[in-house]
């Protein structure tokens, strides 16, 4: 197997403390020129995995060739999560193959079949004047304070509200929803101080929360998309069951990564004033694309193979995990001019943010970019001279996302 002799001993890709810190773009590129596909070793046991590591992928084309052959790169064997809490066991994991992420064709063709009728162009569509409303109020709401923390003030609540929106959650449940669903992948943070038993209880809670409103809506139907999902399973719809791990996925995919995206876009914005302006002046239609591949807020996934093949000159053997490192693939330069520089007039922009292709490519990408565009309009109207204020952002402890959990400004 490949070394590459230029890393620190027992660097780790997937080190929950590195990304405390930052996303090891160095790293990267040092693996692209010199170990395209490069053995990360790993004491058994380290992330709830049993075998000895996995195989970092760095090169955008690498990446997108794993992505379209599912047949040979598997999302079920060990879930595409590349590192859990040191403390699950494989029980754990097994249960998270229910998580469409987490299947392979033809299972997953069959459940992506069914929820792709959430996200047509016509259901998302719907939902844009609820949210524009609600991006509005989110910042008139922070412009009223005057400073604070642009996380849990703005990018929080929109991604939150487009979910809840989606799937007909009330009002008054939405907050606690919200809490399952952060703490759900808060494990690795400290600071959360979240348990094995707080994580798993927030997990099974969400579950059933949505487990009951599916079999509710199957005894009475309503005009929403919750009906169309279950209300008639012998006609190719969702058990409670899985519309209850269809919500977890929404809860973590959907939730999670669109509020990273939006913290690191404002603070993109706030570090490159330069393209604040000609966002404020001009609103390219590009922007949500530039902004998703410059925060690329899921690191890694994984995959694992299901027959011995050969990948960017190495030799993977059956049963080796695989992971695909989207934070490298979007900055390299083979695909990108500059990848290092923020540019929201990029375009073409083939990054991989939203994944590498094939089956498992973002289901929600147009609810997204809705959702980003309408909350830095409403930024761009009502708090122009926005401002950092403080510290740098803080940053989220964990292994395969790329978060920001507090990034203090003046809203002025």
């Not at 404020?280 to 690191?299: D, L, N, S």
């Not at 695909?335 to 094939?358: A, Q």
């Not at 565009?373 to 708090?383: G, R, T």
Request: glycine letters at 8%; a negative charge.
């Amino acid at each position: 197997m490949s070394s590459c002799p230029a890393l620190p001993d027992g660097f780790d890709f997937t080190d929950p403390d590195v990304y405390e810190q930052r996303v090891p773009l160095p790293e990267f590129t040092l693996l692209r020129e010199t170990a395209p596909v490069w053995w990360n070793s790993q004491p058994p046991g380290t992330g709830g995995f049993e075998d000895d590591g996995y195989w970092v992928v760095t090169r955008h084309a690498d990446v997108k060739e794993v992505s379209t052959h599912p047949e040979i790169y598997s999302s079920n064997l060990n879930t595409a999560v590349i590192r859990f809490a040191d403390y699950m066991k494989r029980e754990q994991i097994e249960v998270q193959r229910l998580i469409m992420l987490n299947m392979d064709p033809p299972e997953h063709t069959r459940v992506r079949g069914i929820v792709q009728r959430g996200f047509t162009p016509r259901a998302i569509r719907a939902l844009e004047d609820a949210l524009r409303t609600r991006a509005t109020r989110i910042v008139e709401e922070a412009k009223e304070r005057g400073t604070g923390d642009f996380v849990t003030d703005i990018a929080v609540e929109l991604p939150l509200q487009a979910i809840a929106e989606l799937i007909g959650v009330p009002q008054e449940d939405r907050a606690r929803i919200f809490d399952w669903s952060n703490k759900m992948v808060a494990y690795d943070d400290p600071e959360y101080a979240i348990t094995e038993k707080v994580g798993t209880d927030s997990a099974a809670e969400l579950i059933g929360y949505a487990m009951t409103m599916a079999e509710a809506r199957k005894e009475c139907p309503a005009k929403d998309i919750v009906s169309q999902l279950v209300a008639a399973e012998d006609e190719g719809n969702l058990t409670s069951d899985e519309f209850g791990f269809f919500v977890i996925l929404l809860a973590v995919a959907g939730n999670e990564t669109t509020r990273n995206a939006i913290s690191h876009g404002m603070h993109a914005f706030l570090t490159h004033p330069e393209q604040w302006e000609l966002f404020k002046r001009e609103r390219p239609a590009t922007t949500a694309e530039e902004i998703v591949r410059w925060a690329t807020p899921v690191v890694s996934f994984q995959r694992t193979a299901t027959q011995d093949t050969e990948l960017g000159g190495q030799k993977i053997k059956a049963g080796q995990r695989v992971g695909l490192f989207y934070s490298s693939a979007n900055n390299d330069p083979e695909v990108f001019d500059s990848p290092g520089v923020f540019d929201i007039t990029r375009d073409p922009n083939p990054h991989l943010g939203f994944g590498g292709g094939g089956p498992h490519f973002c289901l929600g990408k147009n609810l997204a970019v809705v959702e980003i565009n309408l909350i830095f309009n409403a930024i761009a109207d009502a708090l122009p001279d926005i401002a950092l204020e403080g510290p740098s952002p803080r940053r989220l402890r964990s292994a395969w996302i790329n978060g920001i959990k507090e990034l203090r400004v003046n809203y002025r």
